[in-house]
């Protein structure tokens, strides 16, 4: 018998059980998107979350604690969207209630906190500056904007292009005005103020004397940049840094072991200009004369220091020729 009893006792203790977890009143959840930061003129979803089968609520919105918009809806999430046109009125608490009959509702969500500002406005910079750019030269465009989730339209002239990335590359051959803007879709920011990219013509590298020279002579490179721009001339041999300041390199008594690559650029500048000498072996009781001979090229190259070395214009070849010795005429012979 007293089995019986405890037995009928837990049966009912289950069903009291039973019966108070189905008749607790649900929490919704308030979901927004695309943020809960937003900008004014995007459109903003909420989404009342109630996790109760499905079952047919009307749901009530409230904003500040005020009724916001009640609506009937037969899926168990219910959306509501509106466009944040306005920063103040837009702007505020959230919160959902379900309710199937006046006896039957669920709690009110927690708050969700909507916040509305004005579109931010892009920040385009340009490296290297806008107004010192030489024709062919690679510029990177940068757009700055408030906040993530970003994709990124481009205007240079007549030409638009779309990213992901906030850098985007640019070859110069004309003087164009750029501008950016940033989207999320649906929503884009303004334009962005333009930029207008001036273009020079790239440095002149010459080489005194052009004609044949023999080791022991003398060599002038000289670098023309074509205007003043307040930077520092930088001379390299082998892609190492070898003077600064001057806008001429002067070799002396030329030796075979002058050979090498020579570039000349700006202090932070992206145009070189290049001389290459290519050494050759001497035979023995051979001495070795230099042949100029100019070429025009143009060749990318990554970074190889402070100053990064692309766009390479004018190349002059000094080719180091053998040359039997000959004491009476002293006239190179060039192969």
């Known amino acids: 018998m007293e089995d019986h009893d405890h037995d009928t006792a ?3 203790q289950s069903i009291f059980t039973h019966m108070c977890i189905n008749t607790a009143r649900p929490k919704p959840v308030v979901k927004v998107t695309p943020d809960q930061r937003v900008f004014r003129g995007e459109t903003v979803t ?11 609520w009307t749901y ?16 168990r999430t219910a959306e509501f969207s509106f466009r944040a046109d306005y920063v103040s009125d837009n702007s505020g608490e959230y919160r959902c209630r379900g309710e199937r009959s006046a006896s039957q509702r669920s709690d009110i969500s927690a708050a969700v906190t909507l916040t509305v500002s004005e579109a931010p406005k892009p920040r385009l910079t340009v490296q290297p500056e806008p107004s010192q750019i030489f024709r062919g030269e690679t510029v990177t465009l940068t757009c700055d904007i408030q906040g993530e ?35 999320r879709k649906p929503f884009c920011s303004e334009w962005s103020d333009a930029v207008t990219l001036s273009v020079s013509g790239k440095p002149k590298l010459t080489v005194k004397p052009q004609s044949s020279v023999f080791t022991g002579d003398t060599v002038t490179l000289i670098c023309d940049v074509g205007r003043s721009t307040g930077r520092t001339i930088h001379w390299f041999k082998n892609f190492q840094r070898i003077k600064a300041g001057s806008e001429t390199e002067t070799l002396s008594d030329v030796r075979v072991s002058d050979g090498g690559r020579y570039a000349l650029g700006e202090e932070d500048r992206r145009s070189l200009s290049h001389v ?33 070395l692309v766009n390479l214009t004018q190349v002059i070849t000094a080719v180091l020729e053998e040359k039997q010795e000959d004491h009476d005429t002293h006239t190179p012979v060039i192969k």
Request: with cysteine; hydrophobic share 30%; charged share 20%.
């Open 10 to 12: 837990m049966l009912l």
């Open 46 to 56: 909420l989404t009342c979350d109630i996790q109760r089968g499905n079952i047919q």
């Open 60 to 75: 009530s919105w409230f904003k500040d604690g005020n009724t916001f918009y009640p609506y009937r809806t037969t899926t």
């Open 149 to 183: 989730d970003w994709t990124y339209t481009w205007q240079c002239g007549d030409e638009q292009h779309n990213s992901e990335e906030k850098e985007f590359k640019i070859t110069v051959q004309l003087k164009q005005s750029c501008k950016c803007k940033g989207c």
């Open 276 to 308: 290459t000498y290519r050494r050759q072996t001497s035979p023995a009781g051979a001495t070795a004369g230099i042949k100029m001979i100019q070429r025009f090229m143009s060749v990318n190259l990554r970074n190889t220091g402070s100053v990064l």
